[in-house]
């Protein structure tokens, strides 16, 4: 199994919009993969699920995750950080208001943000990705920290909030996560003690990167997927 870095997965992502593929096909694959992992991991479909997302590509994952987890039944919320998201996060929020989700803004409503986490069974981290840039700050500081002590299930996307993609290393704040889905290729984290106590359960996700363009990172470096295109690295 090939484990990427930071720099290695921005690559990827890269050359994957130069071939064709959409930033949006990648977010509703990711989204799709959620469903099938809560299944696998046996969430009584009554849990009321809270997903708490960033600006950033991994919110927009997660925005997705909230509309596929609506449709099979999950009760769901959605936390914002901030309506300023990318353009491709954008288009799945809209959907999502379009089906009455509840979404909250953490910048503008902390007690509602408080009150959707205490009732929550399940909390899905959409925040910080690979690309992060030193240990978070201001508002996802605090995110991160009250996400922590509120001790619910996490689940996060790709890696966990917080953690280096590439080190493994937790730039405190960090999630402590029971489980994680981690998108078209296992990150470097994932192999140091620290990375590993902070994902819990590792899953990989295919989000439908052509097998050529892996060869681009590394010879051979795509992933054996399962048939269902979710595969338990441990």
Not at 51 to 78: F, I, M, Q, T, W
Not at 177 to 191: N, V
Not at 205 to 214: E, S, V, W
């Amino acid at each position: 199994m090939y484990y990427a870095t930071a720099k290695e997965m921005e690559r990827l992502d890269e050359i994957a919009v130069q071939y064709g593929l959409e930033i949006q096909q990648m977010m509703e694959l990711a989204g799709w993969h959620m469903v099938s992992l809560l299944q696998e991991l046996h969430i009584d479909q009554n849990s009321k699920i809270v997903v708490v997302c960033g600006k950033g590509n991994k919110g927009g994952d997660g925005l997705s995750a909230a509309r596929h987890l609506a449709n099979y039944g999950y009760s769901v919320s959605v936390i914002l950080i901030s309506e300023d998201i990318k353009t491709d996060s954008l288009h799945h929020l809209q959907l999502l208001k379009k089906m009455k989700i509840p979404i909250a803004i953490y910048r503008e409503d902390r007690a509602a943000f408080e009150d959707i986490m205490s009732y929550s069974d399940l909390v899905i981290d959409a925040l910080l990705g690979y690309h992060l840039e030193g240990a978070p700050r201001d508002d996802f500081a605090d995110v991160i920290e009250h996400i922590n002590t509120v001790q619910k299930q996490v689940i996060a996307y790709d890696i966990p909030s917080g953690v280096d993609a590439t080190s493994g290393e937790c730039l405190k704040p960090c999630i402590q996560a029971q489980a994680t889905l981690s998108l078209a290729l296992p990150k470097k984290c994932f192999q140091t003690d620290e990375g590993k106590v902070h994902s819990g359960d590792i899953y990989l996700a295919d989000i439908g990167i052509p097998h050529f363009l892996y060869d681009q990172i590394s010879s051979g470096s795509r992933p054996d997927f399962s048939d269902t295109g979710l595969t338990h690295l441990r």
